[in-house]
């Protein structure tokens, strides 16, 4: 699932902002969430346009290793970027945004 134009509902800081960025990513890396610094409260008016991709085959694994665990992520992450490569030009607000980049 892969949600276009969603990040154009707020207004974040730091975008271009390497030491913000910086910050921004040290804090993911040690609570595991994001923590974006908005600009605007209320969220604007924009389209969001919700898609689904073909399902995943995964089997249930009892107790899965690291490498288990990390090729099904890493199918899902080709998955999805496939997802949004295909489709970015027909969705994106602007249709120039940069590619995917899955963190």
């Known amino acids: 699932v892969y949600s276009f134009n969603e990040c154009n509902t ?4 730091g975008v271009n902002n390497p030491t913000i960025n910086s910050i921004k990513q040290k804090f993911q890396r040690i609570f595991g969430i994001s923590l974006p610094i908005i600009t605007n409260i209320i969220p604007r008016k924009t389209n969001i346009t ?3 991709g073909s399902p995943i085959e995964v089997p249930k694994i009892e ?3 690291k490498e288990e665990v990390q090729k099904y ?3 899902y992450i080709e998955a999805l970027t496939k997802l949004y490569n295909d489709n970015r ?3 994106n607000e602007p249709p120039t945004k940069p590619p995917l ?3």
């Open 10 to 13: 707020f207004g974040v800081v």
């Open 73 to 75: 992520l890493d199918i």
């Open 63 to 65: 107790n899965p290793s």
């Open 101 to 103: 980049e899955v963190l």
């Open 89 to 91: 030009e027909k969705y």
């Open 50 to 52: 919700v898609l689904i």
